[in-house]
C-alpha cells in the first residue's frame, strides 16, 4: 500500500504552519524509487531526479540520501543539487537553448552534461575536444506525453537536434575529436505507453555504430502517474522487463555493453506532494457554487495552464455529503482548479487539499497580483519541518530598486 499522510495529518500540519501550503512525504518518495529500482533491478539503470519538478534543498538532501542522483535543467539547479550534497558525477545538466556560457559554467563543476543543439556541441568541441565526455540530446521525431505542452520530441518540438543531423552529430564528433559517451532522448511528460519508450531505443539503437565511445543511452523522464481516482501510470514493471530485452538485442546485436539512464521527476514527487488551501468564499450564481479559495494559478498553474486534473477533497468535513462545486482561486484572472466538482460539503474556512502536488506545484509558483508565495513542509518519520517558510512583503521588495524621487 502506498505510503499517505492522513486527512487527519495534513489538518493538523495545516494549523500549525498556516494556508496556503505544500506538504511532501519523504517515506513516499523513497517508496516510489524503491518501485524503479525493483522495476529495472536486471538492468544497470541509474535514475537522475529531474529535479525541475521540486527543487526544495531539503528535499533533494532526502533524495540523495536514498541513493539516486539528480538532472538539472539549469545552472542554478545544478548549483542548489551541490548545496543539498549531490557530488558532481551524480548531477546530470541538460540544457535547452542556452548561453555556451551555461554549458561552460557547468563544465566547471565537473557535471555531466547533455547537448541539444549542433551550435552549442560545435562550441563543446572546440573548447573541450576529446577531454569532457558529453552526451548528445536527440529529437527522435515521436510524438509522446500527456498533452502537446508537455510534449517534446516530436518533430516540431525545439527541443534536441533532430535525429535526421545525426550525421552532421558525427561529422562535428570527428572535427573537433568529441567525446559522445550518452545518447539522450525525452519525449515528454505523462508518458503512459511503455511502447513509446521502446520506440525511443529503437531510434538510438540504430545509431550506436556511428559512435565507438557510447557509453550511456540515457531516456529521459516522463513516467506517468496517476493523478485522477483509479487511473493507471505508466507500468514500470513492464518497462523494466522491455528495457532489458531491448539492452539485450543490443549486446548480442553490437557485443557492446550500455548503460541505461532515466530522469524521472513526476514519477518520484508528484505524489508525495499535498496543496491545502482554505476556502474564502462561498458564491452562488444560478446553478452554480462557487468556492473561492486562498490560492490560485500563482500556486498551482497546472489546472488553468495543461487543464491538469488535481483531486480534490474537502478535509475539514469529510463525513458531509458531496455537492457540485467550482473551485476557483483569488487572482485576478480566471483561476478555475475545477469545475462541476463533487467534493464534500464545503463551508467558508474549510480546508481542501489537492493531491498530486508534489511535482510542478511550488516550482511553478509565482508572486503574481503580488501575493506570497505558499510556505512548504516536509514530513519525514512523522516529523512536519517547515523547509520553505512564507513570503513577507520585505521579499517582494528585496530586489526591487526604488527610484528616489
Ligand atoms: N528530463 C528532461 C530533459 C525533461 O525536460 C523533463 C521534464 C524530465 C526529465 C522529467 O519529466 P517527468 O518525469 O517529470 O515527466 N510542467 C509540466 C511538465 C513539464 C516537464 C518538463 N520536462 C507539468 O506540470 O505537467
Not at 498556516?18 to 522495476?39: D, F, K, M, N, S
Not at 548480442?252 to 476556502?279: C, D, H, M, T
Not at 486562498?294 to 488535481?310: K, V, W
Request: proline residues 4%.
Amino acid at each position: 500500500m502506498p505510503q499517505v499522510l492522513t486527512h487527519q495529518q495534513l489538518l493538523k500540519i495545516a494549523g500549525e504552519f498556516g494556508t496556503p501550503l505544500y506538504v511532501y512525504h519523504a517515506e513516499r518518495i523513497t517508496e516510489q524509487y524503491h518501485r524503479l529500482q525493483e522495476a529495472f533491478k536486471e538492468t544497470s539503470t541509474t535514475f537522475f531526479y529531474a529535479c525541475k519538478a521540486l527543487t526544495n534543498v531539503s528535499v533533494l538532501k532526502h533524495i540523495k540520501s536514498i541513493g539516486c542522483n539528480a538532472d538539472c535543467s539549469s545552472l542554478n539547479e545544478v548549483q542548489l543539487a551541490l548545496k543539498a550534497g549531490f557530488r558532481p558525477e551524480q548531477i546530470l545538466y541538460t540544457s535547452n537553448n542556452v548561453a555556451f556560457s551555461e554549458i561552460e559554467n557547468a563544465a566547471s563543476f565537473g557535471v555531466h552534461i547533455n547537448i541539444d543543439s549542433l551550435s552549442n556541441l560545435r562550441k563543446f568541441g572546440q573548447k573541450y575536444g576529446h577531454s569532457y565526455p558529453v552526451g548528445v540530446r536527440l529529437r527522435p521525431n515521436i510524438m509522446a506525453g500527456g498533452n502537446l505542452k508537455i510534449s517534446t520530441g516530436h518533430n516540431k518540438s525545439k527541443f534536441g537536434i533532430p535525429v535526421e543531423d545525426t550525421e552532421k552529430v558525427v561529422q562535428l564528433m570527428k572535427e573537433k575529436n568529441l567525446h559522445i559517451r550518452t545518447l539522450h532522448i525525452h519525449t515528454g511528460s505523462e508518458i503512459k505507453d511503455v511502447e513509446v519508450f521502446a520506440r525511443g531505443i529503437e531510434v538510438l539503437f540504430e545509431l550506436i555504430p556511428h559512435f565507438p565511445e557510447l557509453e550511456v543511452i540515457d531516456l529521459g523522464g516522463g513516467f506517468k502517474v496517476p493523478y485522477v481516482p483509479g487511473e493507471e501510470g505508466t507500468d514500470i514493471t513492464l518497462l523494466g522487463k522491455k528495457v532489458k530485452e531491448e539492452f539485450g538485442t543490443i549486446e548480442k546485436r553490437y557485443n557492446r555493453k550500455l548503460q541505461v539512464w532515466f530522469e524521472p521527476g513526476k514519477f518520484l514527487v508528484s505524489e508525495a506532494g499535498y496543496f491545502i488551501v482554505q476556502v474564502n468564499v462561498l458564491k452562488q450564481s444560478g446553478d452554480t457554487c462557487f468556492a473561492g479559495v486562498n490560492s490560485g494559478l500563482n500556486h498551482l498553474i497546472r489546472p488553468m495552464f495543461y487543464g491538469s486534473y488535481h483531486h480534490i477533497e474537502n478535509i475539514s468535513n469529510v463525513a458531509a455529503e458531496p455537492q457540485r462545486y467550482n473551485i476557483t482561486g483569488n487572482i485576478c484572472e480566471t483561476d478555475t482548479f475545477a469545475e462541476d466538482r463533487m467534493v464534500a460539503e464545503i463551508r467558508e474556512d474549510d480546508y481542501l487539499v489537492f493531491y498530486n502536488a508534489g511535482a510542478y506545484g511550488f516550482e511553478m509558483a509565482s508572486n503574481y497580483n503580488s501575493r506570497f508565495k505558499p510556505a512548504e513542509v516536509l514530513v519525514k518519520n512523522n516529523i512536519p519541518t517547515l523547509v520553505r517558510r512564507r513570503d513577507t512583503l520585505e521579499d517582494l521588495l528585496a530586489t526591487q530598486v526604488v527610484m528616489t524621487d
